[in-house]
């Protein structure tokens, strides 16, 4: 119940009042019965007012009358003049602010028409859903709550997510189970979630009563992956299936090819395998050669679009193979029996190799020739088949006394030959001359004019002056080489004496064309060069170098060999008060991955006046410098980075 204020009249001591009176409300058919009643009094005691007369009162746009007669006495106590029931429609949303008009006509006194306006209690309309949980996994069951403010409603319950929508279910009470489709996920392919919407019709039999909506949480569930279907192998290199029937080690290269798919409507974004240590991409790929024996995993990893992984492996046997070797070569001069005789033109050669079997399916030969040293076509002396063989064998009158031999072995097997040649040296002999006496030999006979030999071990007691004793300025070179066949084919010069040079003495490296080391006398300087990494040991740490150092005031920079970069500066930034305030410092030379950035505001009152710096928005090429400060006074920031360049 309800009461406006005070209602005047024509006459001062008579005023009148509304009252409003909810008295219930049908829920079903969004009304409220209400009371409306005009109530007259004197504000005076000890005065009647009576006459003739009607109220006037317009409810809810209607107006209504009561007429007055003279035994409708008004006195200080009051009298109710009008009084009407009437069932009042609420709007569609159950809201209903009811408004009143009233006026009086008497023959005692009259009024005007005044308003007075009461809101009635909300009669609650369309159900508001409600979810038994924020998110649930797409194919997980979800409850749907309907408080429903009638027994007499029913909803119907539909869906939407992305754009597929579908209904839920119609004339439902008061909850609903519902098994959220796993179809959904198709609609978030590059995603694992989404927003799904319930809207709730609520009906009065067949009027519908209004809408209104919940959301949840869709989730793609976890068991939601890509697929591989299939890793598919085989041999990458020409010939060797069909030779061999399987893989071989340090020969096979794999062709691999993989079949995966997304999973509702994602798809495959990376592909990841990974193949004795070494990672390949793409859905095809040849992998390097096959370092390992025995049993070889390829493991495979996709990534989906959903940022989602599956891994398959399979298995691939690898057959061991190494390259032929050839583990013993010697060779002398000897009698019949073996024994050796320098002035014998026999030879005892002494040899050991292997060749991998590889299932008695590898190729296997080997080659005995020889020549004289200074010849250039061999002869053969010997060959055969076999896999490994560890003996010694005499050549009977093959090399006369009086020239160098060379004896040649050969081994060969499906995929290459391995060479091995030893020097017979000449009959022994103290000292011999070359038989165009420009010639000489020590510890053998003489064979190149023009030179001396020497096959004998030195001892030298005195210097040795290259050039002679600073007679030339001429470069004097000493080499230091290996056969062209050798594991390693070494050819090294020492040089040194040109008057014409900086350099007093360096290393050459002449199977590579480069240099290796120098010493330059002028500025005492060991310069190695850029080719040339300096370790602690053979393979082990390199010792790091930096380039040339850039600097100026407070600003510079410094790369090191193992590509460390360390640059620093400052820059001046005028602040807002007391507000953060940034400025972009541009790196000089950009880093290959984001560098650590550390600052310091150049000031005398830190703490005070200057409230703070920082580095913000740090990238390879530069940073954004902030400094917070109470006034407006420039500051200087001070920076250093540090990172990776390649």
Same mark, same amino acid.
């Given at each position: ?118 809101? +009635?209690? #909300?009669?609650?309309?369309? @159900?508001? %859903?409600?979810?038994? &949980? /924020?998110?649930?996994?797409? *194919?997980? !069951?979800? $409850? ?27 004339? +439902?009470? #008061?909850?609903?189970?519902? @098994?959220? %489709?796993?179809?959904? &996920? /198709?609609?978030?392919?590059? *995603?694992? !979630?989404? $927003? ?41 290199? /020409? ?408």
């Amino acid at each position: 119940m309800a009461t406006s204020g005070a209602m005047s009249t024509t006459n001062d001591k008579i005023q009148y009042k509304v009252t409003i009176t909810q008295n219930s409300q049908s829920v079903a058919n969004n009304t409220s019965n209400v009371t409306v009643s005009v109530r007259v009094y004197r504000t005076n005691t000890g005065y009647t007012t009576y006459g003739t007369g009607t109220v006037y009162c317009t409810i809810n746009g209607t107006q209504y009358t009561e007429s007055i007669t003279s035994s409708d006495k008004i006195t200080n106590s009051g009298i109710v003049l009008f009084s009407k029931t009437l069932n009042i429609a609420h709007n569609a949303d159950g809201t209903k602010t009811l408004a009143t008009s009233t006026r009086i006509t008497h023959d005692q006194f009259s009024s005007s028409a005044q308003s007075y306006s009461q809101p +009635l209690t #909300t009669i609650p309309r369309a @159900t508001t %859903p409600t979810v038994s &949980a /924020s998110s649930a996994d797409m *194919g997980a !069951s979800i $409850t749907i709550n309907m408080p429903r403010a009638s027994s007499s409603f029913d909803h119907t319950l539909t869906y939407k997510f992305g754009s597929a929508t579908g209904t839920i279910g119609s004339d +439902l009470a #008061t909850s609903k189970a519902w @098994t959220v %489709p796993l179809s959904l &996920a /198709s609609q978030v392919p590059n *995603g694992t !979630s989404g $927003t799904c919407t319930i809207t709730c019709k609520t009906y009065n039999g067949s009027t519908l009563i209004g809408t209104k909506t919940v959301s949840f949480t869709a989730k793609v569930p976890s068991s939601v992956v890509p697929s591989i279907s299939s890793i598919t192998i085989a041999e990458a290199e /020409s010939g060797l299936a069909a030779k061999f029937g399987a893989y071989i080690q340090n020969k096979s290269k794999l062709k691999v090819t993989i079949n995966a798919a997304g999973s509702y409507s994602s798809t495959i974004k990376t592909y990841k395998t990974t193949i004795n240590g070494k990672s390949y991409s793409g859905s095809t790929f040849t992998s390097g050669v096959l370092t390992a024996s025995g049993t070889v995993t390829v493991s495979t990893t996709v990534t989906d679009s959903r940022g989602r992984t599956a891994t398959k492996s399979s298995t691939v046997s690898v057959t061991a193979y190494t390259a032929p070797k050839i583990t013993k070569f010697t060779a002398f001069r000897s009698n019949a029996e073996g024994v050796q005789d320098y002035e014998s033109t026999s030879v005892n050669c002494s040899y050991a190799w292997t060749i991998s079997a590889v299932g008695n399916k590898n190729d296997n030969s080997y080659l005995f020739e020889y020549k004289a040293k200074t010849a250039n076509a061999w002869e053969a002396l010997a060959s055969g088949n076999a896999y490994t063989f560890n003996s010694n064998r005499i050549f009977a009158d093959i090399a006369p006394i009086d020239a160098s031999y060379d004896l040649r072995l050969t081994i060969t097997d499906y995929f290459g030959s391995v060479v091995a040649v030893v020097e017979v040296p000449t009959a022994f002999t103290l000292l011999d001359f070359h038989s165009s006496g420009k010639g000489v030999a020590f510890g053998k006979v003489s064979e190149i004019a023009d030179q001396m030999e020497i096959d004998m071990d030195m001892n030298i007691y005195k210097n040795i002056f290259m050039g002679g004793l600073k007679r030339s300025d001429d470069e004097k070179n000493m080499y230091f080489q290996a056969t062209d066949i050798a594991e390693y084919p070494h050819n090294c010069k020492l040089y040194g004496g040109n008057g014409a040079s900086v350099t007093s003495i360096g290393c050459w490296d002449s199977a590579r064309s480069h240099g290796i080391w120098r010493y330059l006398s002028a500025t005492q300087n060991l310069v190695f060069d850029a080719n040339v990494k300096v370790t602690r040991a053979n393979g082990g740490d390199e010792f790091i170098t930096s380039d040339a150092v850039a600097h100026g005031n407070r600003v510079g920079r410094c790369h090191f060999s193992n590509g460390l970069l360390i640059q620093w500066g400052n820059v001046t930034i005028t602040p807002e008060p007391s507000t953060p305030t940034t400025k972009a410092v541009k790196f000089d030379v950009a880093y290959t991955d984001a560098p650590v950035v550390l600052t310091t505001a150049y000031t005398t009152v830190p703490g005070t006046s200057v409230l703070g710096d920082a580095a913000a928005n740090i990238t390879t090429t530069g940073f954004d410098a902030v400094v917070t400060r109470s006034g407006t006074t420039n500051t200087g920031v001070m920076w250093v980075a540090i990172g990776y360049k390649a």
